[in-house]
């Protein structure tokens, strides 16, 4: 289900998933969190709030890639290319964020906040991953409707 992103009015009619669910609502909050938390410490900064959201975007990739290995050696069983996916999802967003770097510069305050949220992130979605793999997919794709929202904003 999709339509207008709500506390959005001036952006272009973007997408958004319509949470279902206590699974879906739980992912949907835990990223507005993540999102005030951006919105707090960069404010209208976005070339460094881009630098925060590469930096994020790259661990549900490799915590899914690293957890579904470890799940296909106790098995024994083959991935059907998944690893392979989540692990190239996680580089190409490492490679957003070297442009990002290169664009924003970041103070080594900054990048030390950014290591702590990424340390966090890690550990906590890891052990969403691990709770409910459903509900760590939604966290993403909210994770993306935010990308869309503060890319546009940081073009205009």
Known sequence: MTGQHPNQPDLPDTPHHAPRG??????????????FFADT?????YGHRAIVLET???????????ITHLTCLRRMVDDDGWIRTLMEEAENERMHLMTFIQIAKP???????????????????FLLYLISRRTAHRVVGYFEEEAVISYTLYLQ
Do not use: H, N
């Open 107 to 125: 103070t080594m305050f900054e990048r030390l906040v950014i290591m702590l949220a990424q340390w966090i992130f890690y550990v906590g979605f």
């Open 22 to 35: 206590f699974s879906d609502r739980f992912a949907l909050a835990f990223t507005k969190l993540m999102r």
């Open 56 to 66: 994020v975007a790259a661990v549900p990739g490799m915590v899914g890639g690293t």
């Open 41 to 45: 410490f960069f404010a209208k900064r």
